[in-house]
């Protein structure tokens, strides 16, 4: 059986940027498979310190690849890689 990727979105509620992230991952998801995973950095201070507003942040297997915007070709790229 093939392992998911996992993508982990950093975000907040009332944080139009990251609902429009969250669209895109929904989107992709649709194409390709994956663990989905959102934190709230309100809810953990470490993350809050060190995302503030420099939000959405999004890790593909616990890497960063985007900040802010997502670039769907990048992340269907990406998502098509093997597991690592």
Known sequence: M???HTVTLYG????CLCDQAMAVLHKAQAAEP???EKIDIASQPDLLE???RQIPVILVD????????IREDR???LLALPVP
Do not use: S
């Open 2 to 4: 093939n392992r998911l």
């Open 12 to 15: 907040k509620k009332e944080c």
């Open 34 to 36: 994956f663990v989905l």
């Open 50 to 52: 060190k995302y503030g």
């Open 62 to 69: 616990g890497i960063e690849v985007f900040r802010y915007r």
């Open 75 to 77: 992340l269907a790229a």
